[in-house]
């Protein structure tokens, strides 16, 4: 997530002739001596028949990657006095080249061009498909280069190409602030939709309110799954600071929308069953490091499908990410930190069988109870809103159309809430209720003791664990904040704990 401005200096000297680079390339890099050096014969350039070195400082920081084959190759040719060196000293370059010329997008170029900005540096040079995501840096001049000899042309201060002469490569300038905005995260989908399962509607409702994660358990066809595609629709837009964090991510990630720059929705991420740890969590080999699924679902949702077939190894990876808001990969050869704030949303049949009707069930109950236990104790102890889910009756499917709210109409409500819970944390570096640390959340944000009644009863008799009560708080407040009152009361904190519990009302 944090880039690093790298200096790519080019000498020719006598010796056999070659280029000879330094400063810990990997396998991928050591390769784009000959990509460059097919780039810069593609683009109508001599190859200097003599020793070449590229040096890539600092020389004890490991590189990877195809992302400096740009550099390299305006490096070569200011030494070779190809292109004057004084027009390209400063600039920033990123780019893979191809071997006719072209300047191919890569990933991560939203992180390079903020560490460029951090460093001081205000012109960088990224290839014309990522020129949109570079632009979303203020105050930061962008070339997008289309092909090298196109930047050779402006470098040398020519006419650009005549097969590009219909984008000049101008500079652009990043606007100076940033607009959120965006309807829903997957087209088509709406609350309304959903037949009956009025207490799933309020339980979706207080997690988009609060960033409370939420676990459903029904028979299939009971409306799971469909509830949770639509917990999106009734989120506000990323802040442009978060907005940026994730686009960043998927940046890194390589899973940036080419035809959208800035993620602007939270995202939603639902991974196959068959996800192993390193899926969930992010892993892979040497230094190649890559975010898993609770960093692709960072500022958004993560939705497990069919939780008990997961692997109970990857679900146990989740509760360390779910309490601390971030994941560190460590590998022998590095380490690597990805946020991983995410609303996690469990969906689970009640066995494996997934009879629609319990009568029709041929589990016994030790094999209930064995397939349901794969969602660990633990695990389900850092679950705000448990919810048991029944099949709708016939009347719910047939006449609850006209009676079932819009997901607009329910987001305005979760906005005025979150508006709510800002100004109350508004001294705070918290932005959400499920995100108030538990010391926090006891020493200034503790209810009336005459509301506490039910949960110092659960406490007492070992129903509720000091980490259960300090979710049963947070949901509580956010409950508050949709009725539009000042503290928790009596009704609130006796509603969250039975969504904690799980007990249907």
């Known amino acids: 997530m944090d880039g690093f401005v790298i200096d790519v200096e080019a000498a020719i000297t006598s010796g056999v002739p070659g280029l000879h680079l330094v400063g810990l390339p990997d396998a991928a890099l050591n390769e784009a001596r000959d990509r460059v050096r097919a780039a810069i014969f593609n683009s109508g350039e001599d190859w200097p028949n003599r020793h070449v070195t590229v040096s890539l400082f600092p020389a004890s920081l490991p590189k990877r990657g195809s992302t400096f084959d740009l550099a390299i190759a305006i490096a070569l040719l200011a030494a070779a006095e190809a292109v004057p ?40 040079v990224v290839p ?42 101008p500079l652009r300038t990043a606007p100076e602030g940033l607009t959120i905005g965006g309807q829903t ?33 029904g028979p299939p066809g009971c409306g799971k799954t469909m509830l949770a595609e639509r917990l999106p629709t009734l989120m506000p837009p990323l802040e442009p600071e978060a907005a940026l964090e994730v686009t960043a991510l ?45 960093s692709l679902a960072h500022r958004g949702i993560l939705f497990l499908d069919e939780a008990p077939e997961f692997l109970s190894g990857v679900l146990d990876a989740l509760r360390q990410p779910l309490e601390e808001g971030s994941v560190r990969i460590s590998r022998t050869e590095g380490a690597a930190s990805f946020p991983a704030r995410f609303t996690l949303v469990l969906a689970a049949n009640p066995c494996p069988c997934a009879a629609a009707k319990p009568i029709d069930c041929s589990c016994a109950p030790g094999i209930r109870r064995k397939y349901l236990s794969k969602i660990s104790g633990p695990l389900l102890d850092r679950i705000d809103l448990k919810l048991e889910l029944v099949p709708a009756s016939r009347a719910e499917l047939r ?101 904690w519990t799980g007990k249907r009302s």
């Open 85 to 124: 060196p004084r027009s390209c000293a400063g600039l920033v370059m990123v780019g893979e080249l191809g071997l006719d010329g072209r300047v191919r997008s890569i990933p991560g170029v939203l992180p390079a061009a903020l560490a460029a900005a951090n460093a001081g540096c205000r012109t960088v």
């Open 128 to 169: 014309q498909a990522n020129a949109a995501e570079a632009e979303l840096v203020p105050d930061l001049q962008v070339i997008p280069a289309r092909t090298l000899r196109g930047l050779l042309c402006l470098l040398r201060d020519e006419p650009p190409p005549i097969e590009e002469d219909d984008d000049p490569l």
């Open 185 to 217: 995260t997957r087209t088509g989908l709406d609350l309304a939709d959903v037949r009956g399962q009025a207490e799933a509607r309020r339980a979706l409702e207080i997690s988009a309110a609060g960033g409370h994660h939420l676990y459903f358990c």
């Open 250 to 294: 998927h940046s890194v990630a390589g899973t940036l929308p080419p035809d959208q720059p800035l993620i602007t929705r939270p995202p939603f991420y639902a991974p196959h069953h068959t996800a192993t740890r390193s899926a969930m969590v992010g892993g892979g080999s040497g230094r190649t490091l890559q975010p898993g699924a609770v």
């Open 399 to 499: 006449y609850d159309l006209e009676f079932a709210e819009s997901s607009q109409v329910v987001a305005e409500r979760v906005q005025e809430a979150r508006d709510r819970t800002l100004k109350r944390l508004a001294d705070t570096p918290w932005r959400s209720n499920a995100e108030i640390p538990g010391p926090d959340l006891r020493r200034r944000f503790t209810p009336a003791p005459e509301a506490m009644r039910a949960a110092d009863e659960a406490l007492q008799n070992g129903t509720l664990s000091a980490r259960g009560l300090d979710r049963v708080l947070r949901v509580a407040w956010t409950i508050a904040d949709l009725a539009g009152r000042d503290q928790p009361s009596e009704d609130d904190i006796g509603g969250a704990l039975a969504l």
